[in-house]
T-cell receptor, first 110, second 114 residues
């Protein structure tokens, strides 16, 4: 079977740093992606890790450890507009299937 | 910037009726997907489509669902006999199918079954 686990909710303060973890159990793993979804909107791509290590894109970074079946999304210099749901998603060896986790709702406090 | 477009944005239908949701994927993309999101829940994979045939489908995608690419641009999801529990946001998405596997979502079609 396949499963992805991430925390359901995280709260952080504006300007701070927050890390959202994701663990997965699946066969045929190819890579781990992160998507952001604001209320009422569509998921939008943030970051992808195909190899172990850290990928940095502006204020957002993502990390993958294949041996630990674990990844995280790191958001720095949090802004109020970062309040959204964040989904990790597993890609398989073909592009034909990308499975999303249950999502982490991030709330930012002033 | 190219985008995935979906119509209608919102549809209300009576239980038992057929519904067709339409999508225009990004033009140079090779893989097309339908996902479903029940209000407040996760984004659930329904089906992927590649080279004019279904590539993968989930257990949700049963016999009441079908997909079609009737011409060179449109990609449709048909629900034959809608049930109350089919009420959800349906997202179409597409990707180039490269190693990044980045998929681009449309804005969704909100289906309400009454």
């Amino acid at each position: 079977g396949q499963s992805l686990e991430q925390p359901s909710e995280v709260t952080a303060v504006e300007g701070a740093i927050v890390q959202i973890n994701c663990t997965y159990q699946t066969s045929g793993f190819y890579g781990l992606s992160w998507y952001q979804q604001h209320d009422g909107g569509a998921p939008t791509f943030l970051s992808y890790n195909g190899l172990d290590g850290l990928e940095e894109t502006g204020r957002f970074s993502s990390f993958l450890s294949r041996s630990d079946s674990y990844g995280y999304l790191l958001l720095q210099e949090l802004q109020m507009k970062d309040s959204a749901s964040y989904f990790c998603a597993v890609s398989y060896s073909s592009a034909s299937k990308i499975i999303f986790g249950s999502g982490t709702r991030l709330s930012i406090r002033p | 910037e190219p985008e995935v477009t979906q119509t209608p944005s919102h549809q209300v239908t009576q239980m038992g009726q057929e519904v067709i949701l339409r999508c225009v994927p990004i033009s140079n993309h090779l893989y097309f997907y339908w996902y479903r999101q029940i209000l407040g829940q996760k984004v659930e994979f329904l089906v992927s489509f590649y080279n004019n045939e279904i590539s993968e489908k989930s257990e949700i995608f049963d016999d009441q669902f079908s997909v079609e690419r009737p011409d060179g641009s449109n990609f449709t999801l048909k629900i034959r006999s809608t049930k109350l529990e089919d009420s959800a946001m349906y997202f179409c998405a597409s990707s180039q199918g490269n190693s990044g596997n980045t998929i681009y979502f449309g804005e969704g079609s909100w289906l309400t079954v009454v």
